[in-house]
């Protein structure tokens, strides 16, 4: 009896895993051909990436609002020290992850930044392994390898090297390291009360929006202002497309935040970055489709 209660809980676990994995790829798959599709017409990546941000502190603020009134409880607010000092470090990270991946772009092709940014999940390894979210087992540390080696081995013959490129990607796998193991531990103590992922998006979206911004600022922010498709807008029609479009992605960067955070605390940031990793390899067998995946 008790082996059968044991066989029917993990049948149930890996059914919802798959579930969650599945949730995840939808919207990752969705916004990955939306934003290729729009940033052929609208080259401000990190402006959109900002927008993005500010949609999902805006959906992530209202779902707290409908749940507190069907609910009848308050919604965790965590206090200034706690928010500095526990929510910040993971913001900067992903930030920055967003960032510099997005500005690599501009040096190297899609094969270099798929082969680079694959060491991401050794570095989520690592890290989970410093803050004692894994414990160390060799089979663990041979899957992660051969993970990231056959994706390594899979994109070489197509690189050409660029060493500026190269350092903006490996510092964003490095970051993402950070990243989604600081996200786990945020999505899974309960202490802070941030299990539900509409919370932790809530309090992440500020200090990411501000992370960003000085890298907008530089490299963005004069085209931007200078561009007849945002600020120096004189077609009405056109701003409210752009607009429209920018939101539309917004919302499908909400879904896939929603199901990234839903993912990571119900399992583990490694499990999240195997999934990314097996979904990006089965994309790039196809030399086209690989560009549209890896660009996000």
Known sequence: MGRWALDVAFVWKAVLTLGLVLLYYCFSIGITFYNKWLTKSFHFPLFMTMLHLAVIFLFSALSRVLVQCSSHRARVVLSWTDYLRKVAPTALATALDVGLSNWSFLYITVSLYTMTKSSAVLFILIFSLIFKLEELRAAL????????????????????????????????????????????????????????????????????????????????????????????????????????????????????????????????????????????????????????????
């Not at 992440?204 to 202002?225: D, N, V, Y």
Request: glycine residues 10%; aromatic residues 12%; hydrophobic residues 50%.
């Open 141 to 296: 540390v041979l899957v992660v390898l051969l993970i990231a080696g056959g994706l390594f081995m899979f994109t070489y013959k197509s690189t050409q090297f660029n060493i500026e490129g190269f350092a903006l990607v490996l510092g964003a796998s490095f970051l993402g390291g950070i990243r989604w193991t600081l996200t786990q531990m945020l999505l899974q103590k309960p202490e802070l009360g941030l299990h539900n992922p509409i919370d932790t998006m809530f309090h992440l979206q500020p200090l990411m929006f501000l992370g960003l911004f000085p890298l907008f600022a530089i490299f963005e922010g004069l085209h931007l202002s200078t561009s007849e498709k945002i600020f120096r807008a004189q077609d009405t029609g056109l701003l409210l497309w752009v607009l429209g479009s920018l939101f539309l992605g917004g919302i499908l960067a909400f879904g896939l935040g929603f199901s990234e955070f839903l993912l990571v605390s119900r399992t583990s940031s490694l499990t999240l970055s195997i999934a990314g990793i097996f979904k990006t390899s089965l994309s790039c067998l196809d030399p086209v489709r690989c560009g549209e995946a890896c660009s996000c």
